[in-house]
T-cell receptor, first 115, second 112 residues
Framework: ETGVTQTPRHLVMGMTNKKSLKCEQH?????MYWYKQSAKKPLELMFV???????ENNSVPSRFSPECPNSSHLFLHLHTLQPEDSALYLC??????????????FGSGTRLTVV | GDSVTQMEGPVTLSEEAFLTINCTYT??????LFWYVQYPGEGLQLLLK???ADDKGSNKGFEATYRKETTSFHLEKGSVQVSDSAVYFC???????????WGAGTKLIIKP
């Protein structure tokens, strides 16, 4: 158990479906992140929330919609996805103000397949 | 722009062999450097880090030295085990509190 829990672990969805990914941490961190991991590509930072406010949105298509209702929970709402969106979606957290130099704690990821 | 380049994998070694995974970077400032490891079916874990030139990060028998003159942060281990089989990511951060620049990852396979 890494301290960051992601559900579901695996998700298969059609292009017309709507689904949500969930991330939960109880480490006392107050910055949370969504990353996309595709085969043979560097990790792509999608969204950053610090103190429950979105502070970065790296040109992510609007079919991905994040939500951070409190400092312990982060969601990624998905709708009308494309097959190229199939990937491993990783959630991470860190202590705000510490950031990368103090290391991120990652969840195990959600393996998403769009059919 | 800032970037991280890792050697392509997979790297296949026998148990107890010496490991080197190369990582070089391009950065405009003075980055901090990291190695993360991803075991099968898991998320990434911070393995080690170095925040300034000539620093050596070490953990679990792995070590890497921040070489500013060669802009490198190569990962080494003297004697690998089957349990070290994983994907290893090199990354750097600059002034941003949030942004890490990642390498593409190197898959390591250790055979008994």
């Amino acid at each position: 158990e890494t301290g960051v829990t992601q559900t579901p672990r695996h998700l298969v969805m059609g292009m017309t479906n709507k689904k949500s990914l969930k991330c939960e941490q109880h480490l006392g961190h107050n910055a949370m992140y969504w990353y996309k991991q595709s085969a043979k590509k560097p990790l792509e930072l999608m969204f950053v929330y610090s103190l429950e406010e979105r502070v970065e949105n790296n040109s992510v298509p609007s079919r991905f919609s994040p939500e951070c209702p409190n400092s312990s929970h982060l969601f990624l709402h998905l709708h009308t996805l494309q097959p190229e969106d199939s990937a491993l979606y990783l959630c991470a957290s860190s202590q705000e103000g510490g950031g990368p130099n103090y290391g991120y704690t990652f969840g195990s990821g959600t393996r998403l397949t769009v059919v | 722009g800032d970037s991280v380049t890792q050697m392509e994998g997979p790297v296949t070694l026998s148990e107890e062999a010496f490991l080197t995974i190369n990582c070089t970077y391009t950065a405009t400032g003075y980055p901090s450097l990291f190695w993360y490891v991803q075991y099968p079916g898991e998320g990434l874990q911070l393995l080690l880090k170095a925040t300034k030139a000539d620093d050596k990060g070490s953990n679990k028998g792995f070590e890497a030295t921040y070489r500013k003159e060669t802009t490198s942060f190569h990962l080494e281990k003297g004697s690998v085990q089957v349990s070290d089989s994983a994907v290893y990511f090199c990354a750097l951060s600059l002034d941003s509190n949030y942004q890490l620049i990642w390498g593409a990852g190197t898959k390591l396979i250790i055979k008994p």
